[in-house]
């Protein structure tokens, strides 16, 4: 039906840098709303940033002017730009999809990814 993979995720030092991509596949209509989220061990699931089909953005105020998210509609793909990266950063990453599929008649649905690692350390 709809998978969403994420990629990019790893070991980065402190000050460092990484760009995780989101592919969502299948037999798509539309894609609204995407958004990344991420769970560290023993905490509940965070919000970090969304991206509206027109390009709107919103940010956890913890990762605002260091996090960038941006979308490539042709290819139904979301980035998510780290920087400045610290140790609070290391998490499970997790990539969420507004979307409706073809011959979907209940609008859209969430779909979500299966996560990346990102681990921030010295």
């Known amino acids: 039906q709809v998978q969403l993979v994420e990629s990019g995720g790893g070991l980065v030092q402190p000050g460092g840098s990484l760009r995780l991509s989101c592919a969502a596949s299948g037999r798509i209509f539309s894609i609204d709303t995407m958004a990344w989220y991420r769970q560290a061990p023993g905490k509940q699931r965070e919000l970090v940033a969304t991206i509206t089909s027109s390009g709107s953005t919103n940010y956890a105020d913890s990762v605002k002017g260091r996090f960038s998210i941006s979308r490539d509609n042709a290819k139904n793909t979301v980035y998510l730009q780290m920087n400045s990266l610290t140790p609070k950063d290391t998490a499970i990453y997790y990539c969420?999809?507004?979307?409706?599929?073809?011959?979907?008649?209940?609008?859209?649905?969430?779909?979500w990814g299966q996560g990346t690692q990102v681990t921030v350390s010295s």
């Open positions: 969420k999809s507004e979307l409706t599929i073809w011959g979907g008649i209940r609008g859209p649905r969430e779909y």
